[in-house]
């Protein structure tokens, strides 16, 4: 080895990880337990000062198991190998130039946060809502409108994904039941003068095509004072269902779900009704004379399977009054300036995680993890192994990275100074983690079966006062 390729293999690694989700944090952990032989040193960034990504802006409020991993990936960033940075925008504070002047190595982590667009005419209507808008409502996103529109009795979501499933049993839950989760204030006062009765929700295919998580449906049974609804009629299997249910297990147990509501009595007198209809494709969203430019209604057109699961339009069109309606149709990943990008998946080109450019050839020293690498399917979980593949590519390239200039930890925060940039840090999110806390615990709620309940935490939504609390202003 000549003497500057032994102090290259020697030179502490730089590198910079843009998304502090769960595909960032898993990345930087991965990357600091990797067997080497030189130092590492990682800095994490988000344009939030919270970090977690959709962890907090995402996962439903009602949904407290995740907390689970919260708590290990928390653990990971309080070691202190991993430099925090939040309230930190790529592409508005810090430019890809900048990034390479203080690292060997970048990783996009930037996830997905917008809604798949749906092509049928109306869906520009007053009360047609992108799920992902609602998630990030609900979730206390602090770059959404604080106030939401629910006047609507009847509600349409499209989709027979898992955000279908949240975006549904949030609109039709009752808002007193959500009192023990972290929900801000203003959407507990929202979803509390909801007058909705009947959410319905509607998949393109069949019950054996769902593309929900067997606990997850299993869940909306869960909600009080909820019936659920189904129709004999959607219960259609072709030979793709059958070895879809013959081969896999969710499939099966869901299929066996649907089924059993199906044949048992689910009428309670519940006062709000969730209706779960199959083989509906979304043809229009209309208004009437009545309220013009307001969702009055919403057409489908009648599927059927075509034999391998998938269906065919029948001809045949259903129409259902509704007031609103949540296209819960996917996720969509943004477009990063100075990074290519594929329009028709919403992601970075790449391949296994080095990021290519138009040419097909790897540029160097740029990575991607997670939702932005291969598209919003999969649950937290899965941005495990995309964090392992993409650092076993940037292990592998390690000796031939275009070298930081400034690699010198402190030499990026003296930029963020010098541009004015509100920084934060894992201490400040500790700062703010603490004082969401205290909110919760000064919220005490009688809860009928076991006597009074705290809540575990009441979220900051504005961003102003986040990064205020952060930085202990
Ligand atoms: C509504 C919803 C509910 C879900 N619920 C569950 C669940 O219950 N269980 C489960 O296992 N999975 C769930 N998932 C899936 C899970 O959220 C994803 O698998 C996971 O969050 C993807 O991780 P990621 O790190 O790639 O992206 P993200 O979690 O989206 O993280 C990306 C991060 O990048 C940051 N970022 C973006 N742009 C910039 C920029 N320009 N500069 C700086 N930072 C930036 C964002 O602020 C964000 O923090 C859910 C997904 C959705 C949409
Ligand atoms: N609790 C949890 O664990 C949880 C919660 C939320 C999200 N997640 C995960 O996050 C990921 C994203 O979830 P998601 O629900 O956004 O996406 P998803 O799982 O991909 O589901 C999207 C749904 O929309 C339908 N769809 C797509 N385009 C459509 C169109 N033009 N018209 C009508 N329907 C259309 C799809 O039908 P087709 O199948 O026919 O294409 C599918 O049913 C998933 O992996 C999910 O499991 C997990």
Redesign the pocket.
């Known amino acids: 080895m000549t003497n500057a390729a032994a102090d290259s293999a020697q030179r502490p690694l730089r590198v910079a990880i843009i998304g502090a989700g769960p595909a960032g944090v898993y990345a930087a952990d991965i990357l600091t337990k990797a067997d080497r032989d030189f130092e590492v040193s990682i800095d994490l960034f988000d344009q939030y000062p919270a970090p977690y990504g959709l962890i907090r802006y ?3 409020p009602d ?1 407290p198991r995740i907390k689970g991993i919260v708590n290990a990936l928390h653990k990971v960033l309080d070691r202190g190998d991993i430099r925090f940075l939040g309230n930190v925008n790529y592409g508005r504070d810090l430019t890809l130039a900048d990034f390479r002047h203080f690292y060997d190595a970048i990783i996009f982590a930037t996830g997905a946060i917008k809604d ?1 667009p ?2 049928v005419p109306g869906v520009e209507l007053e009360g047609s809502f992108g ?1 992902a808008e609602f998630v990030s409502w609900y979730d206390g996103h602090p770059d959404v409108p604080r106030d939401w529109p629910l006047d609507a009795k009847e509600v349409a979501v ?9 975006v549904a049993r949030i609109l039709s839950k009752h808002a007193d039941d959500l009192l023990t989760t972290e929900i801000p204030s203003n959407v507990y006062a929202g979803l509390k003068k909801s007058p909705v009765t009947d959410v319905h929700i ?4 069949g019950p054996a ?3 929900f ?1 067997p606990l ?1 449906l299993r869940e909306l049974s869960h909600s009080r004072d909820v019936d659920i609804v189904l129709y004999p009629e959607d219960f259609e299997f072709d030979e793709g269902s059958d070895e879809q249910i013959r081969t896999n297990n969710q499939t099966k147990t869901m299929v066996n779900t649907l089924t059993n509501w199906l044949v048992e009595e689910q009428d309670t007198g519940a006062c709000r009704r969730l209706h779960l209809h199959f083989l509906h ?2 043809v229009e969203i209309y208004d009437d004379a009545a309220n013009p430019g307001k969702v009055a209604g919403m057409k489908f057109e009648r599927t059927e399977l075509d034999g391998t699961g998938n269906v065919r339009g029948t001809g045949e069109i259903v129409d259902y009054p509704v007031q609103a309606v949540y296209r ?4 969509f990943g943004s477009e990063l300036p100075e990074v290519g990008y594929d329009e028709q998946r919403g992601v970075i080109p790449n391949e296994g995680g080095r990021v290519i450019n138009e040419d097909g050839a790897p540029v160097p020293g740029i990575y991607t993890t997670g939702w932005i690498k291969r598209g ?4 937290i979980g899965h941005t495990k192994g995309d964090a392992l593949e993409t650092i076993g590519f940037l292990l592998e390239d390690r000796l031939n990275l275009p070298a930081a200039t400034h690699p010198d930890p402190s030499s990026i925060i003296e930029l963020l100074e010098e541009r004015g940039v509100k920084y934060t840090t894992w201490e400040g999110w500790l700062k703010l983690d603490a004082y969401e806390r205290s909110l919760g615990a000064s919220y005490i709620h009688p809860d009928p079966l076991t006597g009074e309940l705290v809540r575990e935490r009441v979220k900051v939504v504005d961003r102003e006062e986040m990064t205020r609390i952060s930085r202990g202003e």
């Open positions: 995402g996962v439903a949904h798949a749906l092509n799920g499209i989709g027979n994904g898992n955000v279908a499933l949240d509607f998949g393109r295919r095509q769902v593309k998580t997850e494709n979304p819960a149709i996917g996720y919003p399917v999969g649950l």
